[in-house]
T-cell receptor, first 112, second 115 residues
Framework: AQSVTQPDIHITVSEGASLELRCNYS??????LFWYVQSPGQGLQLLLK??????LVQGIKGFEAEFKRSQSSFNLRKPSVHWSDAAEYFC??????????FGAGTILRVKS | GAVVSQHPSRVICKSGTSVKIECRSL??????MFWYRQFPKKSLMLMAT?????????EQGVEKDKFLINHASLTLSTLTVTSAHPEDSSFYIC???????????FGPGTRLLVL
């Protein structure tokens, strides 16, 4: 069965500190992996995606993620967090033409 | 690019009335659109997959007669909540998938409150 696990429900980091949000997936075929961000009361914005090729992908707003097939992980990272990064982050997995399966989300709080 | 709009952004209606929500892909053609429901502090729950020109495919447990979906063109899908009740109050989000069927782009969501 397809599933996505985001083990951290909440994460709090200081502004300027580095960030890593964890994502583990289970998928029977070659996965397409996504990270989306949602601000309160808003839709989801695509941060980055991985289909194939280089396992380190760069996204918008200074985010990057690394695909590790052996660990079934696709963790999101940012070297220096800004207060405007406070939001909820969703990891999702899908395949060609297939629907997405979302993780439960991780709420990021940034303290000044 | 890849902008998806939803209208209205929020709606309040009386119990028993019907509400229509529109989802448009503004700068690309979307053969497939998806409708999600999101409960407070929860992840997204897929309600149905809508393909242009054909009937929508509903997820298990979603009442197709209550949540009517129409995908009449490559840029527009509509969700109609029929005979709405307070338990239908929620945040509804649509997404549109590119022709390459790789990536879903999401609309800003519609907040529905049924009194």
């Amino acid at each position: 069965a397809q599933s996505v696990t985001q083990p951290d429900i909440h994460i709090t980091v200081s502004e300027g500190a580095s960030l890593e949000l964890r994502c583990n997936y289970s998928y029977g075929a070659t996965p397409y992996l996504f990270w989306y961000v949602q601000s309160p009361g808003q839709g989801l914005q695509l941060l980055l995606k991985y289909f194939s090729g280089d396992t380190l992908v760069q996204g918008i707003k200074g985010f990057e993620a690394e695909f590790k097939r052996s660990q079934s992980s696709f963790n999101l990272r940012k070297p220096s967090v800004h207060w405007s990064d406070a939001a909820e982050y969703f990891c999702a997995v899908g395949g060609y033409g297939n629907k997405l399966v979302f993780g439960a989300g991780t709420i990021l709080r940034v303290k000044s | 690019g890849a902008v998806v709009s939803q209208h209205p952004s929020r709606v309040i209606c009386k119990s028993g009335t019907s509400v229509k929500i529109e989802c448009r892909s503004l700068d690309f053609q979307a053969t497939t659109m998806f409708w999600y429901r999101q409960f407070p502090k929860k992840s997204l729950m897929l309600m149905a997959t809508s393909n242009e020109g054909s009937k929508a495919t509903y997820e298990q447990g979603v009442e197709k007669d209550k949540f009517l979906i129409n995908h009449a063109s490559l840029t527009l899908s509509t969700l109609t909540v029929t005979s709405a009740h307070p338990e239908d109050s929620s945040f509804y989000i649509c997404s549109a998938q590119t022709a390459l069927q790789e990536t879903q782009y999401f609309g800003p969501g519609t907040r529905l409150l049924v009194l």
